[in-house]
DNA sequence: ACCTGCGCTGTGCAGACTGTCCAGCGAAAA
DNA sequence: TTTTCGCTGGACAGTCTGCACAGCGCAGGT
């Protein structure tokens, strides 16, 4: 038999194959991932703890789906900072429940964040919301009308499986 | 006793409370929910089941870190894309795994894609991957630096528990 | 004012799963 | 060769899940 793992980090065949199965089927618990994998319930286990310690896999909490919470509009804000108010404008988006992401990003201290919206029209109040802040120059929304890919992982996981 | 949920959709104070307590600690089951939120494990139960039934909760599968993974780099691209080839577009994204969701945005048929990539380096592979495809006009990517508001969906579940 | 529908409660039961431990085995590493 | 490590298969007690049922109180409709 071969023997899966070595030392370090990454994951191997067995790891992919199980984060695809959790991925699929998040309810079937351990026992029934084992019999699934055709491995020992104890195998599955410890896969799992090492996992979670390596910090592969965060956690498995709810996935809510805004457009269900009654936030059906999404957007992306490109915002253009004046310098030395990145720290005030970084707190006060945290504060705004409709930014769900905020990354800084290469450009002249820029920021992409995500928003949402419960119409169309109510995206002009949050986009105010985000924008009515000293320290931000610019704004830039894009409004999202399809979402052709998901946010996703496995096929990343296949291939670090795959690239061992 | 307050009457907690009326008809139509939305959430309530209850499912709120329930969903940030799953989202800070999934594994804790119903019957430990119904003791924190201090209800019956029947409501908790069936708070769930409509929830789920509903889609406001997709699932709970794993949360995978794409850094973890080896994949520490992360960049937003905004591709312009020729008139007529949206459909090759995105199933040519989608089939490349760094691909982590795409969009379709308000613009000119523009797209907006995250990228992951295993280094700064490996980040133009991804690129030209992605980009040497007929159809893309022009790619302008944004490397992503800091991450100081990660994707969350607590703040809006609350608000959107308040406004009942 | 009365009735009905609906959600929550508290309880019970059988079945299944979890956490944990252990001994043995085979292969890679020292 | 010897040690180390991961996987196997099995076992046990404790716990949880899925499901069901009767009672109760409130909101909305008759």
Redesign the interface.
């Known amino acids: 038999m071969a023997k899966g793992r070595r030392a370090g ?3 191997d065949a067995l790891d992919g194959r199980l ?1 695809t199965l ?2 699929r089927e ?2 079937i618990g351990v026992l029934e991932a084992s019999r699934r994998l055709g491995v020992a319930r104890g195998t599955v286990q410890a896969r799992l703890d090492r996992l979670q310690a ?18 059906p509009v ?3 804000a ?1 915002l253009e900072i004046k310098q030395g108010l990145g720290a005030d404008v ?1 707190a006060h ?2 504060s ?12 002249e201290g ?1 920021m ?3 928003l ?1 919206a419960r119409s169309n029209g109510d995206l002009q109040r949050v986009i105010d919301k985000v924008v009515g802040f000293e320290g931000i120059v610019r704004a830039a929304t ?12 496995i ?6 499986a795959r ?1 061992v």
């Open positions: 980090m990454g994951i984060i959790l991925d998040p309810r390596q910090g592969v896999i965060r956690g498995f909490g709810p996935q809510v789906d805004p457009a269900a919470l009654g936030y999404t957007a992306f490109t970084r988006l945290a705004v429940p409709e930014v769900l992401e905020l990354h800084t990003t290469t450009g820029d992409l964040c995500r949402v894009a409004i999202v009308m399809e979402n052709p890919v998901p946010l996703r992982i096929p990343l996981v296949e291939q670090a690239d």
